[in-house]
């Protein structure tokens, strides 16, 4: 009987030692494969002569739309400012001899999208990043947070509504097509004192996995994109760091792995990141630090401006 129970730990041990190793495996070629190999020629005019990137003019978004016109698309732009939007047009011609096209809206309303649809006519299209965006002015606790309902309605309409309004673009996808559609890592967990930017997010993350869940058969690839702190004008980091790149050097890395990663913190160390705050670290710690660096950040913010 104890040789027999010895023998069943044995057996139970190594298949135990041998699922871990079979595990680390599969993580290190799978890793190997999207970090280091990429995606190859997946993104380029074949899929559609046309990109559209929203937010156009500043950082995540105007790197968006270098990149792709880099890689040959015609670039349609869209943004709130039409003159930022004719600057970063006539750059794109300059540099990279592509075609241009631009809407001036503002996603805080939600009477533009007839516009738009009507600028995209006629269009074969093979990209749509999804990148406008706002987030808090600082770090505030709900019912602090200065204009409250029109906050509310704002963000729900430039982060939320202008992700879930894109449906008419389908149609002007050839036979396959890529959406990209940045939420952001503060969509992985709460966020305390950004609540309600942390939860527009989550719904953009939820969004673009269901999504890819009904259209991948058809072609399509919806990919939801959490980005940790990239060096731009939202994030107030002027100072590019290893954890905090440029958003060339963002955008570069994150467009490897479309098409290998439906939802993807798109750049290596951001991925760390994402695995430590998501598996290794209990949520309500992560959720307590979150509180903690941005009370701080409040009171530094509330400080200055008393000091004005």
């Given at each position: 009987t104890t040789e027999f129970g010895d023998s069943v730990l044995l057996w139970v041990g190594a298949l135990t030692t041998a699922s871990l190793a079979l595990w680390i495996l599969y993580r290190l070629l799978s890793g190997f494969r999207i970090w280091v190999m990429g995606n190859g020629d997946l993104l380029s005019p074949k899929l559609g002569k046309w990109a559209v990137v929203t937010g156009a003019t500043d950082g995540i978004g105007k790197s968006y739309a270098e990149e792709l016109?880099?890689?040959?698309?015609?670039?349609?732009l869209i943004s709130r400012t039409q003159e930022k939007l004719d600057d970063v047009a006539q750059s794109l011609e300059r540099r990279y001899k592509v075609e241009t096209k631009t809407v001036a809206v503002d996603f805080g309303q939600v009477d533009i999208y007839p516009k738009i649809e009507t600028a995209l006519s006629g269009l074969e299209i093979g990209v749509l990043v999804n990148n406008v965006g706002i987030s808090y002015p600082y770090p505030e606790f709900f019912l602090h947070i200065p204009d409250l309902d029109n906050f509310i309605n704002t963000m729900i309409n430039v982060n939320i509504t202008s992700v879930c309004q894109f449906k008419p673009l389908f149609p002007h996808f050839r036979a396959k097509g890529v959406i990209l559609n940045i939420s952001s890592a503060s969509g992985m967990y709460p966020v305390p004192l950004l609540t309600v930017y942390s939860s527009t997010k989550a719904f953009v993350d939820f969004f673009s996995r269901g999504l890819q869940a009904e259209y991948k058969s058809k072609g399509i690839i919806i990919q939801s994109v959490l980005?940790?702190?990239?060096?731009?004008?939202?994030?107030?980091?002027?100072?590019?760091?290893?954890?905090?790149?440029?958003?060339?050097?963002?955008?570069?890395?994150?467009?490897?792995?479309?098409?290998?990663?439906?939802?993807?913190?798109?750049?290596?160390?951001?991925?760390?990141?994402?695995?430590?705050?998501?598996?290794?670290?209990?949520?309500?710690?992560?959720?307590?630090?979150?509180?903690?660096?941005?009370?701080?950040?409040?009171?530094?913010?509330?400080?200055?401006?008393?000091?004005?």
């Open positions: 016109a880099r890689r040959g698309f015609s670039m349609m980005p940790f702190f990239v060096a731009t004008k939202m994030t107030k980091i002027r100072k590019p760091t290893l954890d905090k790149p440029t958003p060339d050097r963002y955008v570069a890395a994150e467009l490897t792995t479309v098409g290998l990663q439906d939802q993807t913190n798109g750049y290596f160390p951001h991925a760390v990141m994402g695995w430590l705050t998501t598996v290794l670290v209990p949520i309500n710690l992560v959720i307590y630090f979150g509180m903690r660096m941005n009370k701080a950040q409040r009171g530094g913010y509330l400080r200055r401006r008393k000091l004005r």
